[in-house]
């Protein structure tokens, strides 16, 4: 039980934007555009971004276990490309779009 709490109180800190802001996000150009696409159609990201809008918005109770999985290749991704940070001005760049899919905005 204290490992879901230690994935649920790392998730809050990784996804910095509400369910609102992401979701507002998501249908944005540049966000459709950004990060890997699968056979040309929606990217592994976006998908990502509406699956974090539904656990932003699921009572905590009631997270299933792959969510809880999802949970933490979130944390993961945002810590692996976090770490990659380009130099120099971020702010209309695919790396931070792609992280933004993500939930996470690192202008925050």
Same mark, same amino acid.
């Given at each position: ?36 696409? #699968?056979?040309? /159609?929606?990217?592994?990201? +976006?998908?990502?971004? !509406?699956?974090?809008?539904? @656990?932003?918005? $699921? ?9 809880e999985e999802h949970?933490? #290749?979130?944390? /993961?991704?945002?810590?692996? +490309?976090?770490?990659? !940070?380009?130099?120099?001005? @971020?702010?209309? $760049?695919?790396?931070?779009?792609s992280l933004m899919?993500?939930?996470?905005d690192p202008c #925050?």
């Amino acid at each position: 039980m204290s490992e879901d709490k230690d994935v649920r109180a790392e998730f809050g800190e990784a996804v910095n934007m509400t369910a609102g802001e992401l979701e507002k996000w998501l249908k944005t150009d540049e966000s459709r555009q950004a990060g890997q696409h #699968k056979n040309g /159609g929606e990217s592994v990201g +976006h998908e990502s971004g !509406r699956r974090i809008v539904r @656990i932003l918005r $699921t009572k905590k109770a009631e997270l299933s276990e792959q969510d809880e999985e999802h949970m933490r #290749k979130v944390i /993961g991704y945002v810590h692996r +490309h976090l770490a990659q !940070r380009p130099s120099g001005d @971020i702010e209309d $760049t695919t790396w931070r779009h792609s992280l933004m899919n993500w939930g996470h905005d690192p202008c #925050k």
